[in-house]
């Protein structure tokens, strides 16, 4: 009884700054990681979700925000979950200023509506994470997502030009700008991407953009081990091709090489790549229209459909195929099913991992001594159950670098009220 | 600093490593900001991270403000030192550690030239894509501090899209590893943060860089308009085609007229000519070149000419890249800004810059990065005649506030540092600055680390407003500007 009126309090004095209708109680379908939070606040507009910043600070009363709430059990168990701020009503796209290539969008807009929008003028922001229909703009720039195109765009970071934020003592501010070009005050949209929503909440972002391709071609590369893709997708790194996404799949042992440019370049390029893997003693096909759009999607999908733990494991290029050889002996011995998919191109892949608690701590924890040092490359926790996250830290190791992070947390959130214990290094 | 700190400093360093002959310290009083000075109290040039690490746990200890400075090309006055302080150059630590052909990596030392990187690894078939104008003499470190550019940012971005992780001395004396060799390394985006950040929030003593793969292939084109705002248009009109080339450079007749006096590159006699640069696939560059050609004919180019070799190319970027020294033979002294505008406000912006050249009686040249906004007028003065000097101050700051009320930016690669410090507040807010001032106090909790930059401060220790002279390295034509 004490519990639910302290929580009615709560809703009472929320609601009083948002309006009745954008405060409820938190439901199942809420909960993270079985924790089900006190509130669920859906500020009508940045002014109004500042002041609930504030108000939570003052009443000590932590904050997860939620946008699509597609990645939102990314992160350790929360330590603390009283308010969900939804950004869901700040979706607008404020500034498409196509002829300088650039946009600013509000945190809740999804990516697929704004892409849409943009496509009006031919452009794009050029990023495909996962579930990009559903995915926000604020959760794609708080976690860093990115998908296959990273290979030639990059990611968030690397197209963020501009932040706006509200800080927990209710302030908004900027950083950046709408120009491209741009080097005036700390950089700290950056900051900002990846951070999990830990320093601030992200109430919009302005985006270097690009043009929409003319067309597109993939090349299916069939290997048959591990190392043969390796070497097939280090060999068109080293070539003068520009693909903009080199993909793999395992256990199917799949390269999809993607080209994006005016057509004439598109097939070219193409068939150059089919030539390459000839030479290199493997067959592949070239795909185009309908069946290449039903391969990415597909691949987009993966490897999320099937249950088990999934990790991202970020290697130097050249090193993914001794590490997805050394995950698939694991999973050997452990006699259990895993897929890898990812980056070939980067040294990133997204790796699902059956097996019960006891196996998923081993393969964790030895692949992490195995990396040696962060420095080396990182493994990070993106799906697995309460227990196992009870049982492993999300982030792994950081380094020496962990001081200076939880310094910028403090002058940020002294009070520890945002996503507390779920920020990089559980900050 | 008290004798007791200078010997503590001379053992760390060694005697070769240490400055505090009056007359040597003179030749670091200023970067290429050369108009503002300052004779630093000592000078450290040490040869290895620890020794970086031993004199900053000293300065911390001390409380002693230092400055770290690279090759000293900077053009904001971000590695201007201070008469209390100390100046810790990077100069010797300029070993090249690892090169990484597979991964596309190399690891270096700050005191790297910037150039040389791309030497090392060019037999390999690479190279390191930011290329600002300095680029022979300026130093990695200093191209992090500054986030520089360079004209082929257009396409390829900037500093901080092609470093992937550094180690770094703290303003405690903590030495750090900021990510790594692979991408994603858990945490906050320090080195996102960092590198921009003017040398106000640590010292960086090596830096891993992305390398790229030379092109296949590379055309370079050079079209003659007769007005700036039709030069402006064909940029617009490539843009609006979906076509990113890897670099757009404008010049208007004053600095067209200067370059061709002083390196003959062949530039036609034009009020405006474009260099649009297109690299990538051979099929797919040969096809969007004629694009680009059709654009310029579409807007009444008046000469177009397409490079039909490595050497005519070369001539033209001379050319380009004379344009800032040849400014000497309009004026015997220019004032430089580096205000940014969004690509479509260019021709008003420029408008508005010839009315205020007629207004003020200060020829203004203009030559820049049109593909994305970044303008460098040169304001060309006297200052022997009375009040020239700081009528070309008033009319620099007359520019970024064009540039800030286009939506722009008042620094699109050369930093804030001294020079902009008192505009800075023009684009940000208390509450802006405020944000950034928390991340220097996360990382530099007692102002020690390059202090006075950046952040506008009441009014500098040391600080004499005025107006751009000749760095020592363009008198020797070591370096020049972009």
Not at chain 1, 186 to 197: A, E, K, P, Q
Request: charged share 20%; proline share 6%; net charge neutral.
């Amino acid at each position: 009884m004490k519990a639910d009126s302290h929580v009615e309090q709560l809703a009472t004095e929320a609601r009083s700054i948002v309006g009745s209708a954008a405060v409820s109680g938190g439901g199942e379908k809420d909960a993270i990681d079985g924790i089900v939070p006190k509130l669920i606040v859906e500020p009508p507009d940045t002014q109004t979700l500042a002041e609930i910043l504030a108000w939570a600070s003052e009443r000590q009363q932590s904050v997860l925000v939620r946008g699509g709430g597609t990645k939102i059990t990314w992160g350790p168990l929360p330590s603390k979950l009283d308010v969900v701020l939804s950004t869901r009503h700040l979706n607008a796209v404020l500034n498409h200023r196509y002829g300088d290539l650039t946009a600013t969008v509000e945190a809740g807009a999804t990516l697929a509506t704004v892409n849409d929008r943009l496509s009006q003028h031919g452009q794009w922001i050029p990023l495909d994470p996962f579930l990009e229909n559903q995915a926000t703009i604020g959760g794609i720039v708080a976690t860093n997502d990115a998908g296959p195109r990273r290979h030639r765009h990059g990611s968030p970071r690397d197209l963020i030009i501009g932040v706006t934020l509200a800080r927990v003592d209710g302030r908004c501010t900027k950083a950046g700008g709408a120009v491209v070009k741009n080097v005036a005050g700390y950089d700290l949209s950056r900051l900002l991407t990846g951070s999990f929503g830990s320093l601030a909440v992200i109430l919009s972002a302005s985006f270097k953009l690009a043009p929409q391709p003319h067309s597109s071609r993939t090349v299916v590369v069939k290997a048959s081990s591990l190392s043969e893709l390796g070497m097939i997708a280090m060999a068109l790194l080293a070539s003068q091709l520009t693909p903009t996404a080199i993909e793999s799949q395992f256990p199917e042992c799949l390269l999809f090489v993607r080209f994006e440019t005016i057509v004439e370049a598109a097939i070219n390029q193409a068939e150059r790549t089919v030539k390459l893997a000839k030479d290199l003693g493997k067959q592949s096909t070239i795909l185009s229209g309908a069946p290449e759009e039903i391969l990415w999607r597909a691949h987009s999908a993966r490897p999320w459909e099937e249950p088990g733990l999934v990790f991202k494991v970020s290697t130097p290029p050249a090193d993914v195929t001794n590490t997805l050889e050394w995950i698939s002996g694991a999973a050997e011995k452990h006699r259990v099913k895993w897929e890898a998919v990812g980056r070939a191109g980067l040294g990133v892949q997204i790796v699902r991992f059956d097996g019960d608690l006891a196996t998923q701590i081993d393969l964790i924890t030895s692949l992490r001594s195995r990396l040696k040092s962060p420095r080396q490359g990182s493994v990070v926790l993106l799906r697995g159950q309460p227990e196992l996250k009870q049982r492993i830290d999300t982030w792994g190791p950081l380094g020496n670098v962990v001081e200076t992070m939880r310094a910028i947390k403090q002058q940020f959130d002294p009070m520890g009220i945002l996503n507390p214990g779920r920020g990089p290094g559980n900050i | 600093m008290n004798q007791s700190f200078l010997n503590t400093l001379q053992r760390i360093v060694g005697q070769g490593g240490f400055v505090i002959d009056p007359g040597e310290r003179l030749t670091y009083e200023c970067d290429a900001l050369t108009h503002v000075r300052e004779v630093p109290g000592a000078v450290v040039l040490p040869g290895t991270t620890e020794e970086i690490q031993k004199v900053v746990t000293l300065c911390n200890r001390e409380r002693v403000p230092f400055v770290a400075r690279g090759a000293g090309t900077g053009l904001s006055g971000g590695a201007r030192p201070l008469a209390d302080g100390l100046l810790i150059v990077t100069t010797r630590l300029n070993r090249i550690l690892d090169i990484d052909i597979p991964n596309q990596r190399i690891t270096v030392e700050p005191g790297v030239a910037n150039l040389e990187v791309s030497r090392q690894v060019a037999t390999h078939g690479f190279y390191y894509a930011p290329d600002p104008s300095s680029q022979q003499i300026c130093s990695i470190g200093g191209n992090i501090a500054e986030n520089s550019g360079g004209a082929h940012c257009l396409k390829y971005g900037f500093t901080s899209h092609h470093v992937l992780s550094v180690e770094a001395v703290l303003p405690n004396g903590n030495i750090v590893q900021i990510d790594g060799p692979a991408l994603d390394a858990p945490g906050l985006d320090l080195l996102g943060v960092l590198i921009g950040s003017e040398g106000t929030l640590a010292i960086v003593t090596k830096a891993t860089l992305r390398l790229l793969r030379i092109p296949e292939a590379t055309q370079t084109v050079l079209a003659a308009f007769n007005s700036t705002d039709t030069a402006a248009e064909v940029v617009s009109g490539i843009i609006k085609a979906g076509i990113i080339p890897a670099a757009v450079e404008m010049m208007d007749r004053l600095t067209i007229e200067a370059a061709e006096a002083a390196v003959h590159p062949g530039f036609p006699n034009a009020d405006a000519i474009l260099i649009v640069e297109l690299d990538g696939s051979l099929v797919e560059v040969e096809a969007l070149m004629q694009r680009v050609e059709q654009i310029c004919y579409q807007n009444n180019v008046q000469s177009l000419q397409r490079a039909q070799d490595e050497a005519e190319r070369a001539r033209i970027w001379k050319g380009r890249k004379a344009a800032f020294a040849a400014m000497g033979r309009v004026a015997p002294n220019y004032y430089i800004q580096d205000g940014v505008v969004p690509r479509t406000r260019l021709p008003e912006v420029l408008r508005k810059i010839r009315q205020l050249e007629a207004d003020s009686g200060l020829r203004i040249g203009n030559v820049f990065h049109a593909g994305d906004g970044n303008l460098h007028p040169l304001i060309c003065y006297d200052s022997n005649l009375e009040g020239q000097a700081e009528l070309a101050e008033r009319v620099a700051t007359e520019i970024l506030t064009y540039c800030i009320e286009a939506g722009g930016s008042i620094t699109g690669e050369h930093g804030v540092g001294i020079d902009k410090a008192k505009h800075l507040p023009k684009m940000f807010n208390d509450d802006d600055l405020d944000s950034m001032q928390r991340v220097r106090r996360a990382f530099d909790p007692k102002g020690l680390c390059n202090p006075g930059k950046i952040f506008p401060t009441p009014r500098l220790c040391g600080e004499i407003p005025g107006p751009y002279r000749e760095h020592p390295a363009e008198r020797t034509g070591q370096a020049e500007r972009f």
